[in-house]
């Protein structure tokens, strides 16, 4: 602030010299006057803008310093709420931060650092004459007034175009990832039209916004052209009555000009003011609300000893619950496979055992702990999970099976091996730094589903939980699938598995089963695979089980009816 209290109040050196040159220098005739005034107001000129200089760095660099400090908060947040919401623009609340670095850069921020300094040229118009000061006044409240409409009226306007541009972006953005089923099935027309339909919304909107921005602009810009001239009239009028002189009145001139340029900047600068308020607002709400994430205290490597009670997982933007009131333990060197009709529930069930959904009801504890209370930076590297829709990263192959950290080549080979992809990744272009992603090489199927359990695998996490883990691997991969899930069992890791297939079943301890997204048994393996067979006889994710099982024993939670829970389409 005192830097640029230092910049404005250079800002009246050319008035000053303006008066001198009409009142001494001209009325004298004296030359060595002059070239005395012209020498100074150039040292004054090059302090001056010296001085504008280090503010505009000051501010560069300000705003450099504000992107440092919150942008990995902003990030994780971000992430942390699309989680937690799902219909939630990602890309405007990152986009939001570069919003704001580049208004601490723009000249709306140094139009509001000068508006309060109109004051000093109103002070400085009063020791001239009352009137100039009072004129003065009044033109700064009269631009203040045009400023302020310009606010009412263009804010909302401008607040609803931006929500319409960034919900057309989100519809653009949803659709590419889509895009091969969009052509395949000769959906462009439709998926267009979807996007149209908001993105002319947004240019109505914007349309909008910039006329009514434009009519204030107008009257402010009519004020700005006005008021300078009638300053001189006024002061034109005083020094005909003698009452100043007529280097005062080029100075009054240049007075009212001073004094309503930064409202007039503001005006013309306000789609970006408003643009970064809704900004901070937005990052404001969102770092507000992940606040509670910000400070956890840092707990030892979990064992694997998983506890669920009475956990109940609703979806981000539903309100009825997919699964429903699950209760079962898992200690470590366990395996569990999850068994049930397709939308019962195992997929949701697997999202809430590893913190992508926090429980509506119940709890989820890894260790005594709940799910939602470890700091996912510091438990992450000791879980393993495949999801039901695989994706990876730009980078490359040794990169995504190390979760984008650090490469750890032996750790890189050796859960490629475990799960048999080692020789398969040597046959890449270029082995293990092949890169993947949208720009890199297609994997088939069943390779990508080996690379995602060789990234759940690596580093030997102690908890780990795969969803349909055989879904896209052939009779081999499965057998490596089995010998892997029983190496990482001995090697103490706690295992949950959901599975259409009966082979898994062999290396595992216990089967929840669900349906209707309700637990309906829970028991040793080989003591429910028989109340299994009889869950929807045909279509039994373990139809093919064979008849001799064993049939339940005594301490076997058998299956009775229970009411469905509402689940959502695709969910298994």
Excluded at 2 to 21: E, G, K, R
Excluded at 438 to 444: D, F, I, K, V
């Amino acid at each position: 602030m005192l830097l640029t209290f230092a910049i404005d109040a250079l800002s009246i050196t050319p008035l000053l010299f303006m008066m001198n040159v009409y009142d001494r220098v001209i009325s004298t005739r004296s030359g060595v006057t002059l070239v005395s005034l012209l020498l100074l107001i150039v040292g004054l000129y090059v302090f001056w803008s010296s001085l504008e200089w280090i503010r505009s760095r000051l501010m560069v660099r300000l705003s450099l310093r504000i992107d440092w400090d919150l942008a990995a908060d902003v990030f994780d947040a971000s992430f942390r709420r699309y989680v937690g919401r799902k219909n939630v623009n990602v890309h405007q609340l990152l986009g939001d931060l570069l919003t704001m670095r580049q208004f601490m850069t723009g000249s709306a921020v140094i139009a509001l650092m000068d508006a309060p300094f109109a004051i000093v040229f109103i002070i400085i118009g009063a020791l001239f004459h009352p009137f100039l000061a009072i004129f003065i006044a009044v033109a700064s409240v009269v631009m203040l007034v045009a400023t302020y409409m310009t606010q009412k009226i263009s804010a909302p306007v401008l607040k609803a175009a931006n929500d319409a541009n960034a919900e057309a972006s989100r519809v653009a953005a949803y659709s590419l990832r889509h895009a091969e089923s969009t052509l395949a099935l000769g959906m462009m027309g439709a998926v267009r039209t979807r996007w149209y339909q908001r993105h002319r919304e947004f240019l109505e909107l914007q349309v909008n916004a910039s006329e009514a921005a434009g009519l204030t602009g107008g009257f402010s810009g009519f004020l700005s052209k006005a008021l300078p001239s009638l300053q001189m009239g006024l002061g034109a009028w005083l020094a005909i009555e003698g009452l100043i002189t007529g280097g005062m009145v080029m100075a009054a001139s240049m007075l009212i000009s001073k004094a309503v340029s930064p409202i007039q900047k503001l005006i013309g600068s306000w789609k970006d003011i408003v643009t970064a308020r809704q900004a901070y607002q937005r990052l404001n709400e969102l770092l507000q609300e992940d606040v509670k994430f910000a400070a956890r205290m840092q707990l030892p490597a979990p064992l694997g000893r998983l506890d669920v009670a009475g956990a109940t997982a609703i979806p981000p933007g539903f309100s009825k619950p997919v699964v429903a009131d699950i209760s079962f333990s898992a200690a470590p060197g366990q395996a569990i496979a999850i068994v049930g009709p397709s939308a019962s529930g195992k997929t949701s069930l697997t999202r809430m055992l590893v913190g992508v959904w926090k429980p509506a009801q119940g709890s989820v504890r890894l260790d005594g702990v709940e799910l939602s209370e470890w700091n996912h930076e510091e438990v992450g590297p000791h879980i393993g999970y495949v999801p039901q829709e695989i994706d990876f990263f730009e980078g490359t192959v040794a990169e995504n099976i190390a979760r984008l950290g650090e490469v750890d080549p032996e750790k890189v080979i050796a859960a490629a091996k475990l799960i048999g992809m080692h020789d398969i990744i040597l046959a890449l272009p270029e082995g293990y730094d092949t890169r993947l992603g949208e720009t890199g090489h297609a994997l088939s199927g069943g390779q990508r589903q080996r690379l995602a359990i060789a990234r759940a695998f690596y580093g030997m996490p102690k908890y780990i939980v795969l969803d349909e883990p055989n879904a896209n691997l052939d009779d081999a991969g499965e057998a490596v699938l089995v010998q892997a899930l029983q190496t990482m069992k001995d090697n103490g890791a706690c295992i949950i598995i959901t599975t259409h297939r009966p082979r898994l079943v062999s290396v595992v301890d216990s089967l929840l089963v669900l349906r209707g997204g309700r637990q309906v048994g829970f028991g040793p393996a080989q003591g429910m695979l028989n109340a299994v067979r009889n869950l929807q006889p045909g279509t039994t994710p373990s139809a093919a089980i064979p008849s001799s099982t064993a049939a339940p024993a005594a301490n076997v939670v058998p299956i009775a009816p229970a009411a469905p829970v509402a689940v959502t389409a695709g969910e298994a």
